[in-house]
């Protein structure tokens, strides 16, 4: 079974902290994808990652940054956490060459954050 | 252009009853359009998908009809039960491009029993 863990299930930090929220996936995928998930908004990609070191923005990047150091590990960092960032935080992996078009894209639990 | 609608926002159906999901696009460079199904507490999970050169796939319970000249797919579910409750998005994305997906904004279902 694929796996994609998220450091936390609860997060609370103060405005203005920085804030890492860990991923880590279990079946060496090529791609790893950071959302974030809001009532009536749906899923929104924040980064992405196809190989260690490489990162692309997606939707909604500002106030974000990724790093990706490890095939297995991807982190999403918010610098300076705001309240509008209070949300919940989903990471997702897939095969690549095409693989989320054969097998999908396999998502954590995801991460609640709220800031105060 | 990249958008994907979907309809409607929320969905109340009785057991046994058939729940319809509407997805529509824009984009037509779309051509793989899969279904997300999430529980309350987990992350979204792929239910089914399908690929522009066929009108229906069926899995199970689950049905995509896809209407390409109409720019429209929708998700049925067959004899809705209780443990379909949950929220469904419709997705889409280019398989000759890239490895992301276009998130609808999702719709909750709720099968009474």
């Known amino acids: 079974d694929v796996k994609v863990t998220q450091s936390s299930r609860y997060l609370v930090k103060r405005t203005g902290e920085k804030v890492f929220l860990e991923c880590v996936q279990d079946?060496?995928?090529?791609?790893m994808f950071w959302y974030r998930q809001d009532p009536g908004l749906g899923l929104r990609l924040i980064y992405f990652?196809?190989?260690?070191?490489?990162?692309e923005k997606g939707d909604i990047p500002e106030g974000y940054s990724v790093s990706r150091e490890k095939k297995e590990r991807f982190s999403l960092i918010l610098e300076s956490a705001s309240t509008n960032q209070t949300s919940m935080y989903l990471c997702?992996?897939?095969?690549?060459?095409?693989?989320?078009?054969?097998?999908?894209?396999?998502f954590g639990p995801g991460t609640r954050l709220t800031v105060l | 252009q990249q958008q994907v609608k979907q309809s409607p926002q929320s969905l109340i159906v009785q057991k046994g009853g058939i729940s319809i999901i509407n997805c529509a696009y824009e984009n037509t460079a779309f051509d793989y359009f899969p279904w997300y199904q999430q529980f309350p507490g987990k992350g979204p999970a792929l239910l089914i998908a399908?690929?522009?050169?066929?009108s229906e796939k069926k899995e199970g319970r689950f049905t995509i009809s896809f209407n390409k000249s109409a720019k429209q797919f929708s998700l049925h579910i067959m004899d809705s039960q209780p443990g379909d409750s949950a929220t469904y998005f419709c997705a889409a994305s280019m398989e000759g491009g890239s490895e992301k997906l276009v998130f609808g904004k999702g719709t909750k279902l709720t099968v009474n029993p």
């Open positions: 399908i690929r522009p050169d066929v």
């Open positions: 990652s196809y190989d260690v070191k490489m990162k």
């Open positions: 997702a992996s897939s095969f690549g060459l095409a693989g989320v078009h054969s097998y999908g894209q396999f």
């Open positions: 079946m060496d995928h090529e791609n």
